[in-house]
């Protein structure tokens, strides 16, 4: 522990003296035994402080907890007067002398600081610099809490919003579905009703003509008798020509199979979509590497699976709607999710084909001609397997790599942390063996793009998250 000399170096206080105040050390409760002064101001003996800094990394004054370095000590040139004086009060025949002999101090053994004392001083400093470091590590967890807190929150909002988007649609789809049915059934149940209409009125009428009949049965009168009847006979000439509904052949309220059948279909399918989509939404929420090739932007001799995980190919042209993303030059297909920041890792199962696999920017690749490959672009980096031969294109310049049977399993890491994408071939034999590291850094979001280089019948591609 190195000191200073000098009271030059001592840093200005306002106040009186500390030495003037305290002849004492307040370490070992004795007369100083070569002061030293700290930054703080407090002065102890440099025996008392070299003791306690034994075997820590950091110094701190006992009684501020200010912390100090070796080369701060500052020794104190001149014994002070009340270490004089009280050295002169501890002698018995302490008498004033004049002259030189007089300002000479005398001698006297440092008495050691009591064990216990010099113990707890010790376990004083440790335990504020645990505390220091406790109170540091507490800060760091409440603000991981807050962060943990608020991503949760935005998790929970999400995955709620996405529960109710399917119990709306699910209500939406059982609304249709009833007025469907009504749809079908309300024109049969009305023209029954109507029948039914029908033959009240019928009744009713012949009811009355019984009555009326029976009536003029009981007419005496001839004149009267037969002025009715011509009134009457009409009528009921009528009533016996109207056909009895029994006469008929019923009318079955029932659905037209057919035109139901259609309309439940398309129903369905809208239904399978829409909860596919958020089934999908609900996938990539609780797992940010979620990955889906996106059906907008398939070339139309590509094929999608229902999970749009896998794509195959298919001579015929698939009847995809015309839209600005579909690739119409090569058959090339990104990834309907797009990534901007964490640690992504996925798994890609590749066959039949040459491949091109990676990420690109996909606002900087062109939907069509020859700027529209992958490989070409300015703003992608991927891996390409043709002939054998295992290449890498960034960002349009391409680095040989080398020759190699072809690679059936790749695992893909993107990390936005350290700008790095990796490569790695996974062999049932090798085991993971790394291909290539690309130093990508990505000003924008990127989806995975995937390019099938030969129109193989059995060439497909998988994606696992």
């Known amino acids: 522990m190195s000191v200073s000399d ?6 200005s206080h306002s106040g009186p003296d500390p030495l003037a105040l305290q002849p004492t050390c307040p370490i070992c409760l004795q007369l100083f035994s070569r002061p030293v002064s700290l930054p ?51 002698r018995p025949d302490a008498t004033p002398k004049q002259g030189a002999a007089a300002a000479e101090p005398r001698a006297r053994p440092k008495v050691e600081m009591d064990e216990p004392k010099f113990r ?42 996405l529960l109710q988007q399917m119990k709306g649609l699910s209500e939406s789809y059982s609304t249709r579905m009833v007025q469907m049915v009504e749809e079908e059934l309300g024109p049969g149940e009305a023209g029954v009703r109507g029948r039914v209409r029908q033959a009240s009125e019928l009744t009713r009428q012949l009811r009355r003509a019984v009555l009326r009949a029976e009536s003029l049965l009981t007419e005496d009168d001839g004149a009267a008798f037969a002025d009715e009847l011509r009134t009457l006979q009409p009528d009921i000439q009528a009533l016996l020509a109207k056909p009895l509904g029994d006469e008929r052949e019923p009318m079955e ?36 590497s979620e990955v889906t090739f996106d059906p907008e932007t398939a070339h139309p001799n590509l094929v999608l699976s229902e999970d749009l995980k896998t794509v195959t190919f298919s001579a015929a042209k698939q009847p995809y709607p015309s839209r600005p993303q579909r690739f119409t030059s090569f058959f090339q297909v990104l990834s309907a999710q797009s990534f901007s920041e964490g640690d992504h890792s996925w798994e890609v199962e590749l ?61 893909m890491r993107l990390s936005f942390k350290t700008h790095r994408l990796s490569f790695y071939d996974i062999s049932p034999v090798s085991g993971k063996t790394h291909v290539y590291t690309f130093k990508a850094n990505l000003t924008e979001p990127v989806h995975l793009a995937y390019r099938m280089m030969s129109g193989h019948p059995k060439a497909r591609v998988t994606i696992y998250s």
């Open 6 to 11: 000098g009271e030059d170096a001592f840093p």
């Open 120 to 161: 707890l001083a010790s376990e004083v400093t440790e335990l504020t610099l645990r505390l220091e470091m406790a109170e540091a590590a507490l800060k760091k967890e409440k603000q991981w809490e807050v962060e943990v807190a608020a991503a949760n929150a935005q998790l929970r909002e999400r995955t709620s919003g």
């Open 351 to 411: 066959d039949g084909s040459p491949w091109i696999v990676g990420v690109c920017h996909g606002s900087q690749v062109p939907r069509s001609g020859l700027p529209s490959a992958l490989e070409s672009s300015r703003g992608s980096w991927c891996l390409m397997w043709f002939n054998n031969r295992l290449t890498a294109f960034e960002r349009g310049h391409d680095v040989p790599l080398k020759r190699t049977t072809v690679s059936r399993r790749l695992e």
């Open 253 to 288: 309220s029932r659905v037209n199979p057919a035109r139901a059948c259609s309309k439940l279909e398309d129903m369905n399918a809208e239904l399978r979509e829409r909860l596919g989509e958020i089934q999908r939404s609900l996938r990539s929420t609780l797992n940010p």
């Open 40 to 90: 703080c101001g407090h002065v102890y003996c440099l025996g008392c402080l070299q003791t306690m800094g034994e075997g820590l990394d950091q110094h701190r004054c006992p009684e501020c907890h200010a912390q100090y370095r070796d080369r701060d000590l500052v020794e104190r040139c001149r014994a002070p007067r009340a270490v004089e004086a009280a050295e002169r009060s501890e």
